[in-house]
Nanobody, 124 residues
Framework: VQLQASGGGLVQPGGSLRLSCAAS????????IGWFRQAPGKEREGVSC????????YYADSVKGRFTISRDNAKNTVYLQLDTLKPEDTAIYYC??????????????????WGQGTLVTVSS
């Protein structure tokens, strides 16, 4: 099982980025994919999750209305669109997998496999 997160970078406040999580080695359509982030000096927190069930998504209150999660099962990829970025969104973003559905609130021990992380820096 492999998860590969990409798409991070440096962006100004108010800007946008699109993160990708490419998966291999398992039946992607049967898995929920979650995005977590860890800011310097802080604990890792769950940001968003998309279930294997079409249309079932979850967002943390801190990103609701600004981030959008989607998946393309044909490409074994989940996307996280980050809009209206704020300096407090600066963090390493990780994707992770669990069977079938998201289970809010998102906790790390719910997820069995993790990607390596991609750094998002929001700064002027």
């Amino acid at each position: 099982v492999q998860l590969q997160a990409s798409g991070g970078g440096l962006v100004q406040p108010g800007g946008s980025l699109r993160l990708s999580c490419a998966a291999s080695g398992f039946i992607f359509a049967d898995y929920a994919i979650g995005w977590f982030r860890q800011a310097p000096g802080k604990e890792r927190e769950g940001v968003s999750c998309i279930s294997s069930i079409p249309g079932s998504t979850y967002y943390a209150d801190s990103v609701k209305g600004r981030f959008t999660i989607s998946r393309d099962n044909a490409k074994n990829t989940v996307y996280l669109q980050l809009d209206t970025l704020k300096p407090e969104d600066t963090a390493i973003y990780y994707c992770a997998s669990r069977r079938f559905i998201c289970l809010p609130p998102m906790k790390e021990d719910q997820y069995s496999h993790w990607g390596q992380g991609t750094l998002v820096t929001v700064s002027s």
